[in-house]
C-alpha cells in the first residue's frame, strides 16, 4: 500500500487549508488503497478570517492545532516529515497555501515558501518521487522545481503570469482535469479555482490522485 504524505495549511479556505479539497483529497486516496498522514506547520497563521463575515479577527491562531480539526486529530508536525518515509506527496489548496506556507498573498511574486515547507518539497522533489498540488498551491511550483516546471491555476490571467515570471510553464486547464509534467512526477489541479460545487471540485482531484497513486 503507498504511503502519502499531505501537507495543510490551517483550516478554512480564507486562512488555511481548503477543507472540502482536503477530504475529497483524503476519501480520493483511501479509494484508491492508499495510507495518508497529514502535516502542518507549527507556527501562527498569518492572521485569523471570520468566514461568515469575511473580515479579519483579532485572534491568534495555530496552523497545526487548526489543521486538526480536518483530519479529527491525526496530524504531525511538519518538521517531522521525512520524505524517505513516503511514497508521494499530496498539497491541498486554501489561502493558507498563499498566506501561511509560502507569502504569495500579501508579497506577489518571487514567492517565498515557508522554510520547513520549502525544504520537504524539495526533498520529495530531489528523490523524483510524485507530487500533487491543488488550487492555490501550485503557485509555489516555480520555487522548488527547476525553470521550465510545469504546472497549473486554472485559467486566473494575473496568477499564471506570476508562475511564469517565477520561471514555470503554466498551462490552463478546466477544472475535471490535471497537468502532468511527466519528467518531474508533478501534478497539479485547479480545484476551487475554478470549482462552483463539490462535486465539481471533486472530478479533477479523484483523476489527479488517482495518477499520484499510479506513478508512486
Not at 46 to 74: K, P
Not at 145 to 154: C, D, L, M, N, S
Request: hydrophobic share 45%.
Amino acid at each position: 500500500m503507498k504511503k502519502v504524505a499531505v501537507i495543510l495549511s490551517g483550516c478554512g479556505v480564507f486562512d488555511g487549508a481548503e477543507i472540502q479539497e482536503t477530504v475529497l483529497s483524503l476519501l480520493a486516496l483511501e479509494q484508491n488503497d492508499a495510507q495518508w498522514q497529514c502535516f502542518a506547520p507549527d507556527i501562527d497563521q498569518h492572521h485569523v478570517i471570520n468566514h461568515r463575515t469575511g473580515e479579519a479577527m483579532s485572534e491568534t491562531r495555530n496552523v497545526l492545532t487548526e489543521a486538526s480539526r480536518i483530519v479529527r486529530g491525526d496530524i504531525l508536525p511538519l518538521t517531522d516529515l521525512n520524505a524517505d518515509d513516503f511514497d508521494a506527496l499530496l498539497v491541498p489548496g486554501g489561502f493558507g497555501a498563499a498566506k501561511n506556507l509560502s507569502d504569495f498573498a500579501y508579497n506577489g511574486d518571487p514567492v517565498q515558501v515557508h522554510q520547513d515547507m520549502f525544504a520537504v518539497c524539495q526533498a520529495f522533489a530531489r528523490s523524483e518521487k510524485p507530487a500533487g498540488y491543488m488550487c492555490i498551491a501550485p503557485i509555489m511550483i516555480p520555487q522548488i522545481y527547476p525553470k521550465g516546471v510545469k504546472g497549473t491555476i486554472g485559467n486566473e490571467p494575473d496568477i499564471a503570469a506570476a508562475f511564469n515570471r517565477m520561471g514555470g510553464e503554466h498551462i490552463e486547464c478546466p477544472v475535471s482535469d490535471y497537468v502532468l509534467d511527466q519528467r518531474h512526477h508533478l501534478l497539479s489541479t485547479p480545484a476551487y479555482m475554478l470549482a462552483t460545487s463539490v462535486t465539481d471540485a471533486a472530478v479533477g482531484i479523484n483523476r489527479m490522485v488517482k495518477k499520484l497513486v499510479e506513478l508512486a
